[in-house]
């Protein structure tokens, strides 16, 4: 398997500027938090563990991209070394369900939710990213449209409770809230979304995993988890910091 | 391409010494917030979120420039790995909008400014650095000037928007606020003048991306970071020190 010159350089930088912007998030998620009300704060803890967890692993990522190919005369060629997908989904298992219980918390201030959807979220995450793994690593059309299908069982219920359980919660916001919670539904429904798409842009693209379907796969995933994960915090800092001030 | 012992000392060196000071900046924006009225920190976190970025990624345009050069008997030859400009796009990427949200929140303080203004401020930087870089990777005069000319375009307009508004801001000040807000104006002008002279100073020396014109791109940048980033970072925080006086 032989990348370009370009295209094994736009993953590169992308991995390499991931990881910087999970660091810039750890550091506001971490220092911005003084500006929130003590409620608040947790939302924030949450958020810098999930980010500090995913700088980790695309350290490890990025490492593990440097090590799958060299630069042979103008082009970059597989060494034999496999590139290490687990890293992705070891970071999933850990931080979806962070995410996941944050969600979960900034709804519960608003509304009465049972308990026990955390646990029923949680465990669907786990079905969702577990069956999802043996697709990722198959170069097999039919082995990646089957085990996608099965992972997307639970991923459709993750999204539809979140999305009603975010739309209720809506009625009881003062209204500057209300458009900022209406934004992070669509911000969850776009990065969540996101995902899917990228694990079938190999598909998509007609090739399977050669060259650009790989290089398809890793931008995706590495915008999406920008977005799910500092994109995510970030907007729920400033509807915390709205209702610090509303509370008041 | 050959790099003589001091030329290729001297941005080594450089690189090292931008290391540090980005690291210091860091440690002074987070220290040093508790002396600030907390209306005024938010500032200090971006800046500090600023420079932590830029350390990460001169830590990696100190590898890179390692890697590029391998010393030969006297001199250091080029090892074929090409030195990666992209680190520092990706830097600007992210820290461009970061710190004009910084001088637009301080200018918030003292007028009313349009919230549009920072999105179309934004979306000028995304297109100045866009821009930018297809000129930089290129060794070609022509590339270099029809790149820099369409980058310098959005540049104008940031530089004299932020410029007017500062001007505009002046008077709402107390008279020590005011001297250090003309200060500010003016470091903003000089570091941010600096980045399109240090593009041009390859042509500018006459011999191209030859030694010296690679050797006073990356000590120009380097420079222009160190003000841009921490010096404007500094002369925010003594303004915020001014009005943290004066609001008692
Ligand atoms: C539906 C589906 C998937 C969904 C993955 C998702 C939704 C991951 C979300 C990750 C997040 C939010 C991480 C943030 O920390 C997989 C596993 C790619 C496999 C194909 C089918
Ligand atoms: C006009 C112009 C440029 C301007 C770059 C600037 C103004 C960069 C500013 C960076 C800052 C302020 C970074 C601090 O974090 C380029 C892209 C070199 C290309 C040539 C034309």
Redesign the pocket.
């Known amino acids: 398997l032989t990348l370009s010159y370009g295209q094994f350089g736009l993953v590169y930088q992308m991995f390499s500027i991931t990881i910087a912007t999970m660091g810039a998030g750890f550091l506001f998620f971490v220092l911005a938090q003084q500006n929130l009300a003590p409620r608040y704060r947790p939302a924030m803890v949450v958020s810098a563990i ?1 980010v500090a967890v ?1 700088c980790y692993h695309y350290f490890r990522i990025f490492n593990s991209w440097n090590e799958s190919y060299r630069l042979v005369g103008e082009v970059y060629q597989a060494t034999g070394v496999p590139f290490n997908d687990a890293y992705r989904y070891a ?2 298992i850990l ?2 369900p962070l ?1 996941l219980v944050e969600a979960v918390a900034v709804l519960a201030l608003a509304s009465n939710i049972a308990s026990g959807m955390i646990w029923r979220l949680a465990l669907a995450a786990f079905v ?2 577990a069956t ?1 793994y043996p ?2 690593i198959s170069s097999d059309t039919g082995t990646r449209l089957l085990w ?1 299908t099965i ?2 069982i639970p ?1 459709i219920y993750i999204v539809y409770t979140l999305f009603v359980e975010l739309g209720r919660s809506l009625e009881r916001q003062p209204a500057r809230v209300q458009v900022l919670t209406r934004n992070l539904r669509l911000l969850l429904f776009a ?2 979304g996101f ?2 798409i990228a ?1 079938l842009l190999p598909l998509l693209l007609g090739g399977g995993l050669n060259a650009s379907g790989i290089v398809a796969v890793q931008v995706g995933y590495s915008l999406a ?1 920008i977005l ?2 500092v994109g995510f915090g970030v907007l729920i800092y400033f509807i915390a910091l709205e209702k610090t001030a509303h509370d008041r």
Chains 1, 2 share one sequence.
Request: glycine content about 12%; overall charge negative.
């Open positions: 999930v995913a970071d999933w931080t979806v995410l969702m990213i999802g697709g990722e996608g992972s997307t991923f990065s969540w995902y899917p694990y988890d799910a994960k």
